[in-house]
């Protein structure tokens, strides 16, 4: 959904904005061959849609994994230019930071998938009578499994989208499941960028975390929510917390990796530079909501797996 700067990624994250409605604009296409005709009119929260839409623009990468996640990969007609997966997604040059609505608009949509209203861009689309579905940036995984409902439920692939959140649910019951029980839990700090940002408990990444079982250093850096739950640490304060795993989100964007980080002052020394326990995730998977947070989950609990209970 964005390029992974650390500031900007804090700030989109913290985005909790309303899902608002738009008047559909009626589609000259029909549903392709083969596709189960759903029942419309259909309605979410204030949008209602009068038929199924045939021309979606996706302008946030998590929803954008997610409308092909539940087959309605072949009603997107462009997604924006963070949209990285899939690879056959039609990528263009809109923006979700800087959404302009005489750009989308000429894309002809009968739906437009935000996750922020930056300027205003729902009024903007409202004017012009195009449908906007909003899916805020999610702070838990019921967000995310209600975000992939709605986009079925709207899209005409209600079926698909309740397979897609029930294969969600199993795969983390069974990796949850499988983790050792330990008499203390290891601790963690996740990394947005090499300027030290962090994301505490009360995100939805720290979420995930805690389904590992593992406790956050950066939770007490921003106690009061102040940060929105994405702190700036110091060097000085990871380096005393001393944490038993570094996750590092930075590794694409800014090419972090276990060597430079035990080049950095003071870093040698960290438990999880010594013990070999410094992850490099994926920056694109650990930025979304998708269906794909199964495989980040994964990922983590594979390396805590490999510690000795």
Sequence with gaps: ??????????????VAALALGACA???????????????????????????????????????TEMLFAIGAGPQVTAVDDQSTYPADAPKT?????????????????????????TNKIVDQLG????????????????????QITELGTLTGHADQATDVTTRM?????????????RTEKLTYYHELGPELYSATSKTF????????????????????????GYPQL?????????????????????????DSVKARSG??????????????LDDDIASRWGPRVVDLLRVIIDAVAKVPA
Excluded: H
């Design 1 to 14: 959904m964005f390029r992974r700067t650390p500031r900007l990624f804090a700030a989109t994250l913290a």
């Design 25 to 63: 604009q009626k589609a000259d296409d029909q549903p392709s061959a083969g596709t189960a005709a759903a029942a419309y009119p259909v309605t979410v929260g204030s949008l209602t849609l009068d038929k199924r839409p045939e021309k979606i623009v996706s302008l946030s990468p998590s929803a």
């Design 93 to 117: 040059d809109l923006s979700g930071f800087q959404p302009n609505a005489e750009a989308i608009a000429g894309k002809n949509p009968d739906l437009v998938v935000l996750s922020n209203d």
């Design 127 to 146: 004017k012009l009578k195009i449908a906007v579905y909003l899916t805020p940036a999610a702070t838990t995984l019921d967000d995310s499994y209600r």
């Design 169 to 181: 649910k199993d795969d983390i019951a069974k990796l949850v499941k499988d983790l050792p029980q």
């Design 205 to 228: 990444i720290g979420s995930l975390y805690s389904q590992a079982g593992l406790t956050n250093i950066a939770d007490p850096a921003d106690a009061d929510g102040k940060n929105g």
């Design 234 to 258: 110091s060097q000085e304060f990871i380096v005393k917390a001393d944490p038993d795993f570094v996750f590092l989100a930075d590794s694409k964007c800014c090419q972090q990796n276990a």
């Design 267 to 280: 870093w040698a020394g960290l438990t999880a530079v010594k013990n070999n326990q410094v992850v490099a």
